[in-house]
């Protein structure tokens, strides 16, 4: 039987549709699909044999035509397909390296298939109508929530409840039951982490890449600056659900976070047909979207603030604050919660990673801000307000303030200390300025008021009190132990001088900071009031608290949901952080004659020297005065960028902290950065010991960043100095031999003749050199300074022969000989007349007797 036949009679019980009319074509792609298993089979050799573009093709007649019961079973299959899989041994459709420019072909049919509108989530929403759910193995979730559901504790956010699925033998293979949209969603921001990263070696630039451009697709889709979220499309007569029915779970856990009736049911059930918003059927969507980013995406620290910010005793001490309940009064630690010290994560996120990040935070910024003055008024909170404007209001403190500020701590704490943490830096600094990405226009002209942040700003500033003052502080740390004399490092400190600089946000962090510090005793009517929980990254379709007014509760529920009702707060503008930025300004002032000294050195005498060092003429070692940096690949344009950076990053701070000139000029003599009389640069910082001078911080950090150095002289043996790099390595130790051969063997004839006080006496004492060590003493920046006695005899030394230049000027003299017709033997002859010529007359003049130091 032919297959077309074979199709018909296998479908025949089946009604007419259009999709079976399909198959029934002799030129479809697909006319030996009579089972879901033939149909994956199929897609999967299709996969191997065909390429891309045809395979897509042939992926989007399959979801077209066929309904979603053969669709389910190859769902998970393509998903991995594309995304790779989540042990990263699959890449997939690598979309990470997918550029435009590179594969243009490529790169548009998979934007078009991958599109918030394209087939790919077609398919889905065909799926999701249908209730399926699909198998997500809890192993490959982030570290910290492994560990928690691993040890029966829920994590807080409702993107995990109901959806954990146990083995029924008890076994460990713990799996999270996801609808197609959550699969699909899940595996799009896990593939980010869980492939390996880009090797260096591939220049990629991230923005270009199609996963970059598909993730800000999807942020503009499902929050939309302007307009609502567009609905579902129907695939049923009877439309698409809001969202799955959540499942019981088979085991019970200990839950430490606040599950809230659904907003969404509430907002339906009081709210008629006729004025009901129809983003409030689709606004699931946007929330799972954005759950899904933030616990893949941000959900990843250390041990130690797993413990602290995660452990249900530490969030009871908090919900014991709010409440006005007596500290002492604690519950009992919920089960499993003193297991949670086994969890062990080490975790360092790509600079692709932080990319996204960063494009994250500012869309939500941006998707924030679309709020209209009178729908972000506090009056707007009305029963009446739509889902999505709600949302906007709580996108930020709700899902995103606390598991960004932990993430950001544990960038700063573990990112090295090169230029690569600018990626970093900029995505703090995009957090910080929502002003940046607001919709209105300033309309002065002056810099000055461009840059000033308006006062509606407060709020937000002094509510995120710690992503502004306690990484501030911590990027002081980094900057106080990095090079400031190289122009990436430098570029940072001024991005960070500068934000901080503009006008009124100093202002509003100290007035958050007087806030935070107010003591409780001078208002105790505030007992009684109920207080917005940031650290509930539940699902914001739920109950929503009433306002909080009282902007010193504001910041104080800030601090104590990241830091703990038990934290240390060190003040931005406290005396101990302002001993850090004197410090800094310090090191700025040093890092600024150090590029001047640099740029001062002609480039022409460099290049001499290297020449010079070659041909042996003068030591490698000698006539550098500060360690290669990459000041040296830039030029001069990169040491006047760095000493602008450097410049206007000391006046920034001296605006910020309020530092007058008095004072900079103070600590710059205190450090000891001027000259010496005699031109020579000072020794590094060092203090007097028990076995002599020892460095201290300031000087370990003046050595490394080649601000300071101690002058280095060889006082050895000249003979056994060690090889250079402008001598043959072998030619010197074999030339060595020979000499102590001779010296042993003839050692009393040379003492003989150098002891005669006539001519030959001083033609022999200036060519045997006699080292006179014992009048040196050898000299350690860690020891004490110690005298030598050694002493040696008149001797021999031809390792002058094994040098680069004495072998490049005899080959040179033969050369030179050979255009005049001269042999070699008759000009080696020439060239030793003529040395003892030279020899003699030297002798002639010197003091007689006086032998040669070598």
């Not at 066929?66 to 979309?95: M, Q, T, Y």
């Not at 606040?258 to 929330?287: C, G, M, Y």
């Not at 600024?592 to 290049?607: G, H, R, V, W, Y």
């Amino acid at each position: 039987m032919s297959p077309p036949r074979l199709v018909r009679a296998l479908f025949s019980w089946l009604p007419k549709t259009a999709a079976l009319d399909s198959l029934q074509e002799p030129a479809m792609a697909y006319p030996h699909f009579q089972q879901p298993s033939f149909l994956l089979a199929s897609l999967k050799a299709d996969s191997v044999n065909k390429p891309f573009a045809q395979r897509c093709q042939d992926l989007v007649k399959v979801i077209e035509d066929f309904p979603a019961k053969e669709l389910r079973a190859i769902f998970p299959w393509l998903v991995e397909n594309i995304f790779g899989s989540l042990d990263g041994i699959l890449l997939g459709w690598n979309l990470r390296c997918l550029q435009g420019r590179v594969n243009p072909v490529e790169y548009s049919i998979a934007m078009e298939f991958l599109d918030p509108g394209g087939p790919m989530m077609k398919l889905v929403y065909k799926l999701q109508a249908e209730d399926y759910r699909f198998d997500f193995p809890v192993s490959y979730l982030p570290g910290p929530v492994r560990a928690s559901i691993q040890e029966r504790v829920l994590p807080d956010s409702p993107l995990y409840h109901n959806k954990v699925q146990f083995p029924p033998s008890g076994g460990l293979g713990l799996n999270l039951a996801l609808n197609p949209f959550e699969y699909y969603i899940f595996f799009f921001a896990l593939s980010l982490i869980t492939q390996k990263p880009l090797p260096s070696s591939l220049h990629i630039r991230t923005s270009d890449c199609a996963y970059f451009l598909l993730v800000d697709r999807y942020l503009s889709w499902f929050l939309p600056t302007e307009g609502n979220v567009l609905p579902l499309l129907s695939f049923s007569p009877g439309g698409a659900s809001p969202s799955p029915a959540p499942r019981t779970p088979a085991m019970p856990f200990a839950s430490y976070g606040f599950h809230h009736t659904s907003l969404l049911k509430r907002h339906i059930s009081h709210q008629t047909s006729v004025n009901a918003d129809p983003a409030s059927h689709e606004i699931w969507r946007s929330e799972t979207l954005l759950q899904v980013f933030v616990e893949m995406w941000l959900h990843h620290y250390s041990l130690e603030m797993y413990q602290k910010m995660q452990s249900p005793h530490a969030k009871l001490e908090v919900l014991h604050y709010r409440l006005s309940v007596c500290s002492a009064l604690h519950s009992p630690a919920q089960p499993g919660s003193q297991a949670l010290h086994t969890y062990q994560e080490s975790f360092m996120p790509t600079e692709e990673h932080v990319l996204v990040v960063r494009l994250l935070l500012k869309h939500l910024h941006a998707f924030s801000n679309s709020l209209k003055p009178e729908q972000a008024s506090p009056s707007a909170h009305s029963h009446a307000a739509s889902p999505l404007e709600e949302f906007k209001r709580a996108v930020i403190p709700r899902f995103v303030q606390q598991k960004l500020y932990l993430f950001l701590q544990h960038c700063f704490g573990h990112w090295p200390l090169d230029a690569s943490f600018r990626a970093v830096l900029e995505m703090w600094l995009s957090y910080l300025q929502p002003w940046r990405y607001a919709p209105e226009k300033q309309a002065q002209s002056s810099e000055v008021q461009l840059r000033c942040v308006a006062e509606r700003w407060a709020p937000f500033v002094q509510e995120n009190l710690l992503l502004y003052s306690r990484l501030f502080v911590a990027f002081l740390s980094r900057a106080l132990r990095t090079d400031l004399v190289s122009p990436k490092t430098a570029l940072m400190v001024f991005r960070v001088a500068k934000v901080f600089a503009q006008p009124n946000l100093a202002e509003m962090i100290q007035k958050g900071e007087q806030l935070f510090l107010e003591p409780e005793l001078v208002l105790p009517h505030r007992q009684n009031r109920s207080f917005m929980t940031p650290t509930f990254t539940g699902s914001f379709l739920s109950s929503w608290p009433p306002a909080v007014t009282d902007a010193a509760f504001k910041v104080k529920s800030h601090v104590y949901s990241l830091e703990g009702q038990d934290c240390t707060y060190t003040p931005m503008f406290g005396p101990e952080v302002r001993a850090l930025v004197l410090r800094l300004a310090q090191l700025i002032t040093q890092a600024k004659q150090t590029a001047k000294s640099i740029s001062d050195q002609p480039s022409e005498n460099t290049a001499g020297r290297s020449v010079l060092s070659w041909l042996g003429l003068c030591s490698a070692d000698r006539g550098s005065s500060y360690p290669t940096t990459d000041l040296d690949e830039g030029g001069q344009e990169s040491i006047r960028k760095t000493d602008e950076y450097l410049e206007k990053a000391l006046e920034y701070l001296c605006q910020i902290f309020r530092l007058s000139d008095a004072q900079l000029a103070q600590l710059t003599l205190a450090l000891g950065t001027t000259q010496d009389e005699n031109g020579k640069r000072q020794l590094p910082d060092c203090i007097v010991g028990e076995n002599g001078l020892v460095l201290t911080p300031l000087g370990r950090y003046q050595i490394i960043n080649g601000l300071r150095r101690f002058e280095i002289e060889y006082q050895g043996d000249a003979e056994l100095q060690p090889i250079r790099s402008y001598e043959i390595a072998g030619l010197v130790r074999l030339l060595f031999r020979l000499s102590s051969a001779i010296n042993h063997r003839f050692a009393d004839q040379m003492v003989a003749l150098c002891s005669r006080a006539d001519f030959l006496g001083s033609f022999c004492r200036y060519h045997l050199t006699e080292p006179v060590l014992a009048q040196r003493r050898l000299m350690s920046p860690g020891g004490q300074a110690r005298a030598t006695s050694q002493a040696q005899g008149p001797r021999l030394s031809l390792r002058f022969l094994g040098s680069y230049r004495t072998l490049l000027l005899l080959l040179l003299a033969f050369f030179v000989a050979s255009l005049f017709c001269i042999g070699p033997l008759p000009c080696s002859l020439l060239l030793l007349m003529g040395y003892l010529l030279y020899a003699s007359t030297v002798v002639l003049l010197i003091t007689p007797g006086k032998p040669n130091q070598a």
